[in-house]
């Protein structure tokens, strides 16, 4: 067997193995409140405006004054007939979010083909995730042979990191492609030269990235510092003419970025906080590692960490003491400025605007591609045998990792699917549940309800809902009343306040960032329009503990607050 076709059956080889990891994550987790925001911004829905913006006419959310079937609350989370277009998303993004259009618009076209369940949004970023693999297969021959190449997609595929978002239903794994894409775009305008094609598609692609992350820029600039100060056979001149090209394609969304930045929304202060000196310096270092770690905002092993952050060091003393120059070559180079403009870039944004992004690890997922480049480049340097068994040792050290991104229910500590089926299966269609929440989780839940259920939005930072008034309406004429608190960003729950004080509690179901409140009336059969201010009396909980939903969740459910079980409705 050539050479040539031993190295196409290792890469198809590791696509394949790439691609078996990133299936269970299609639906064995719910989705969590990002995920929600996207699919109602990918189908034209606004969330995050103030109640008084809000048009029904053009899909924007209504925090009703009535209860509504949880079935109807989904219609924020499709398409509708006919469905949204360019304009109808943009105008949703402008109004709800902070991230440019370009995802949402993609989305919302795939969403008309394959409809909105939970595995067609994943699936949308899965298939980028994997669109990834051969650019990374390319970028790393080229800078390294095949001996860094196997271990680029190797280290690519296991990564907890890359795998837990490949999985979510956000634009990160597009983010990948592009930043990959821009990045061998410049390589080979630097090896080949400037031709109509290439800078055209180096333009487009830088384009594209533009509009689809804002922290794109950071990998964006990385190579194309690189590319100045390295142009091979590339004019300068063309180079900047491009680089004019890519702004006049971002532009006419840009322009409207200070309108946008300037919108009040539900959650709009939620990265605010200064950040020190001291930690730029910590933030823009945990940022680096975070894209090699095996632990993260999905859980892992501390001890496992640290023999990753141990063999990656040891990685990095060895192919220092093999040779170090051939790290810092110039095509090295470029994977060098890409992975610390994609770290420093977050701590810059935050020093400059008074945030605190760079504390969150997915604002410099832009760099993920270059760390596991930058990693095979190291391991390039070592024999087979020694390359072979050093990957073992850190896919070993992942296996924790990897483990819980594949096994857990929920993702973020959020199970909205479990808190729904907590309140599910006590209430009917005579029933009331109360979601208090920001939109997209008031969503979340009514998405995995019975589709009769009655579902009663609470969202206190739009300031529409009063106690008393408004939950005695709500709750007249009801048997039973839920109560779920889920990803409610700290505002306060007079109605539970409220419900505590003239309702009987008969239960309490503590799960994963979500609290569950069972009611019933304080006397009689249903809740009466003007309820008696006396205070009803509690049932204290009993230690019971939510049922998993699979039986892979059971190795966490155990661990879970203890709940009660309120009664089955007859």
Request: net charge positive; aromatic share 10%; proline share 7%.
């Amino acid at each position: 067997m050539s050479p040539q076709r031993r190295r196409v059956i290792l890469a198809v080889l590791l696509f394949t193995v790439a691609a078996l990891l990133r299936l269970p994550l299609l639906s064995g987790q719910g989705l969590w409140a990002d995920e929600f925001f996207s699919l109602a911004i990918a189908t034209g829905h606004s969330l995050e405006h103030p109640a008084a913006d809000a048009d029904p006419t053009l899909g924007d959310f209504v925090e009703r004054r009535g209860a509504m079937p949880a079935g109807a609350w989904g219609r924020y989370l499709a398409q509708e007939t006919p469905p949204a277009g360019v304009r109808r998303i943009t105008r949703a993004v402008l109004m709800s979010d902070t991230s440019p259009p370009i995802y949402y618009v993609m989305l919302g076209y795939w969403t008309r083909g394959l409809g909105s369940s939970d595995a067609a949004l994943r699936l949308f970023s899965i298939l980028w995730a994997l669109a990834s693999v051969p650019l990374l297969w390319l970028l790393a021959r080229r800078l390294g042979g095949t001996g860094a190449a196997v271990p680029a997609v190797t280290l690519y595929a296991f990564a907890p990191t890359s795998l837990y978002y490949s999985g979510e239903g956000r634009m990160y794994s597009l983010l990948w492609f592009l930043a990959l894409g821009f990045a061998w775009l410049t390589l080979r305008l630097h090896d080949r030269g400037v031709a109509p094609t290439r800078i055209a598609l180096w333009t487009v692609c830088g384009g594209a990235g533009f509009l689809t992350h804002y922290f794109f820029a950071f990998v964006w600039a990385g190579c194309l510092v690189w590319l100045l100060v390295h142009p091979g056979r590339a004019h300068r001149v063309w180079v900047i003419g491009a680089v004019g090209a890519t702004v006049l394609l971002a532009l006419p969304w840009y322009v409207r970025v200070p309108e946008s930045l300037g919108r009040w929304r539900v959650t709009g202060d939620w990265l605010e906080g200064r950040i020190t000196v001291r930690e730029g310096v910590t933030n823009s270092l945990k940022l680096g590692w975070s894209l090699l770690s095996g632990r993260g905002v999905w859980g892992g092993s501390k001890s496992a960490n640290r023999i990753a952050q141990a063999l990656f060091l040891f990685l990095a003393l060895a192919a220092l003491f093999k040779g170090w120059r051939r790290l810092f070559r110039p095509g090295p180079r470029l994977v060098w400025l890409w992975l610390a403009a994609a770290s420093l870039g977050p701590v810059l944004f935050d020093l400059l605007r008074e945030s605190s992004t760079s504390s969150l690890s997915r604002y410099a997922l832009g760099g993920l591609p270059a760390a596991v480049l930058l990693a095979a480049l190291a391991l390039s340097r070592l024999g087979p045998g020694a390359r072979a068994g050093l990957v073992a040792l850190i896919l070993l050290a992942w296996t924790p990792g990897v483990w819980v991104v594949l096994t857990k229910a929920s993702r973020y500590r959020e199970a909205y699917r479990d808190a729904a089926r907590a309140a599910g299966r006590w209430v009917g269609p005579s029933d009331l549940v109360i979601i208090h929440s920001i939109p997209s989780g008031v969503l979340g839940v009514a998405r995995y309800l019975p589709p009769d259920v009655p579902v009663a939005a609470w969202v206190g930072q739009l300031g529409q809902r009063r106690a008393p008034d408004d939950v005695t309406d709500l709750v007249a004429g009801r048997r039973r009343v839920v109560l779920v608190r889920i990803h409610d960003v700290g505002a306060p729950a007079p109605e539970q306040d409220w419900l505590r004080e003239h309702a009987r509690l008969v239960g309490e179901a503590t799960g994963e960032g979500s609290t569950v409140l069972y009611f019933e009336p304080a006397s009689g059969v249903a809740f009466e329009p003007a309820l008696s201010a006396r205070r009803a009396p509690v049932i204290p909980p009993l230690p019971r503990a939510l049922p998993s939903s699979t039986t892979r969740e059971r190795g966490y459910a155990a661990a879970r607050p203890s709940v009660v079980r309120p009664p089955r409705p007859p």
